[in-house]
T-cell receptor
Framework: AQSVAQPEDQVKVAEGNPLTVKCTYSVSGNPYLFWYVQYPNRGLQFLLKYITGDNLVKGSYGFEAEFNKSQTSFHLKKPSALVSDSALYFCAVRDNSNYQLIWGAGTKLIIKP | SQTIHQWPATLVQPVGSPLSLECTVEGTSNPNLYWYRQAAGRGLQLLFYSVGIGQISSEVPQNLSASRPQDRQFILSSKKLLLSDSGFYLC???????????FGQGTRLTVV
């Protein structure tokens, strides 16, 4: 079965420190991977995607993600966290059997001043 | 540029009342359209998607229905709301199935 997992329910990082939000996936065929951010009572905002090409993908707000095929991971990273990065982050992967997105459960990112 | 509008932002409805949530997309044609529900501020559940006018696919059996009367309009409806219909409803669009989706601001529905 195709799936995506965000193993951390919550991640806490001090402002200015690097942050990583983890995502692993399981799909047949080539993975299409996505990261989104959601602020309270708002819709999801698209951050970045990996479809093909360079394993390091750069996105909005200084975020980047590293695709690792051997580890089936697509972790979201930022070199220096801001308090304003505090939000809920979702990883998604395309289900290659029906082309719908499979969503992770979300990781709450808390950046401490 | 493309924009998506979803309204209302919040809605409080009594049990047994009807529901109509509307979503429109501007700046693109023939988008794929989606309705999601998000429970307890976490997981997203795909309710309906549409690849064209009048074409609706339902992902889960429920008290809700969807319609697409125009190319860029997607409506979520219910004839009689249940308490369990409370939640955060999100409309989204994508250029093609399997590509990134762009979301509206969501509707917080509370059934009382």
């Amino acid at each position: 079965a195709q799936s995506v997992a965000q193993p951390e329910d919550q991640v806490k990082v001090a402002e200015g420190n690097p942050l990583t939000v983890k995502c692993t996936y399981s799909v047949s065929g080539n993975p299409y991977l996505f990261w989104y951010v959601q602020y309270p009572n708002r819709g999801l905002q698209f951050l970045l995607k990996y479809i093909t090409g360079d394993n390091l993908v750069k996105g909005s707000y200084g975020f980047e993600a590293e695709f690792n095929k051997s580890q089936t991971s697509f972790h979201l990273k930022k070199p220096s966290a801001l308090v304003s990065d505090s939000a809920l982050y979702f990883c998604a992967v395309r289900d290659n059997s029906n082309y719908q997105l499979i969503w992770g459960a979300g990781t709450k990112l808390i950046i401490k001043p | 540029s493309q924009t998506i509008h979803q309204w209302p932002a919040t809605l409080v409805q009594p049990v047994g009342s009807p529901l109509s949530l509307e979503c429109t997309v501007e700046g693109t044609s023939n988008p794929n359209l989606y309705w999601y529900r998000q429970a307890a501020g976490r997981g997203l559940q795909l309710l309906f998607y549409s690849v064209g006018i009048g074409q609706i696919s339902s992902e889960v059996p429920q008290n809700l229905s969807a319609s697409r009367p125009q190319d860029r309009q997607f409506i979520l409806s219910s004839k009689k709301l249940l308490l369990s219909d409370s939640g955060f409803y999100l409309c989204a669009w994508s250029r093609k199935q399997g590509l990134e989706a762009f979301f509206g601001q969501g509707t917080r529905l509370t059934v009382v």
